[in-house]
């Protein structure tokens, strides 16, 4: 596809599950990154992928959450252990290589979590 | 964290009316961003500044870097029924790579036809 590519749009875990989510970026793309999405508050920093590479990870709020990028292109988003607090839109974005400047980041729609 | 402060929070606005909305921040940023958000979508990018005093439109929408780097403003004019979503301010830190950015809290724009 032409866009940046989540699943699942939604997911429901109860607390305690394990969850992962799934990104596609866009072909060619080699920057990627996640950001979460509190109910009515902007996305925060999670975590940056260069190919496979994962450069910056201090953005992830615990160590139940780890993602990987194998092959530098799909990424998963794993959150072990779910807990309330986790509950939020995981967006994935990516981009062509922007070391120092800002370069156009293309966000997918999100994989909204709901834990209960 | 570094934390930008958006506003006004939420605007009602008739159709054909102009909007601004605009970004603060006690840090210095090397580039401004302004995304909108739809409803069960990602965020959309709509103008990218890189300069301090930086002016930029893109049809209807224009916004400003300002020039202390602590600030930036949007905005729309003649607005329409399609205008409506969530307006995020972006921001790349001082010493921080590119797209690694901070979010505003977003201003919702809801329009009366």
């Known amino acids: 596809g032409a866009g940046v590519s989540q699943s699942p749009r939604y997911k429901v875990a109860k607390r305690g599950q394990d969850v992962a989510l799934r990104c596609d970026p866009i072909?060619?793309?080699?920057?990627l990154f996640w950001y979460q999405q509190a109910l009515g508050q902007g996305p925060e920093f999670l975590t940056y992928?260069?190919?496979?590479?994962?450069?910056?990870k201090s953005g992830l709020p615990s160590d139940r959450f780890f993602a990987e990028r194998p092959e530098g292109s799909v990424s998963t988003l794993k959150i072990q252990r779910t807990q309330q607090e986790d509950s939020a839109v995981y967006l994935c974005?990516?981009?062509?290589?922007?070391?120092?400047?800002?370069?156009?980041?293309?966000f997918g729609n999100g994989t909204r979590l709901t834990v209960t | 964290g570094q934390q930008l402060n958006q506003s006004p929070q939420s605007m009602f606005i008739q159709e054909g009316e102009d909007v601004s909305m605009n970004c603060t921040s006690s840090s210095i940023f090397n580039t401004w961003l302004w995304y909108k958000q739809d409803p069960g979508e990602g965020p959309v990018l709509l103008i990218a500044l890189y300069k301090a005093g930086e002016l930029t439109s893109n049809g209807r929408l224009t916004a400003q870097f300002g020039i202390t780097r602590k600030d930036s403003f949007l905005n729309i004019s003649a607005s329409i029924p399609s205008d409506v979503g969530i307006y995020f301010c972006?921001?790349?830190?001082?010493?921080?790579?590119?797209?690694?950015?901070?979010f505003g809290a977003g201003t919702i724009l809801r329009v009366k036809s």
């Open positions: 992928f260069q190919n496979e590479a994962q450069l910056d």
């Open positions: 072909s060619g793309h080699v920057s």
């Open positions: 972006a921001g790349q830190p001082l010493r921080e790579y590119g797209n690694k950015l901070v």
């Open positions: 974005a990516s981009s062509l290589v922007g070391r120092t400047t800002v370069v156009p980041l293309h």
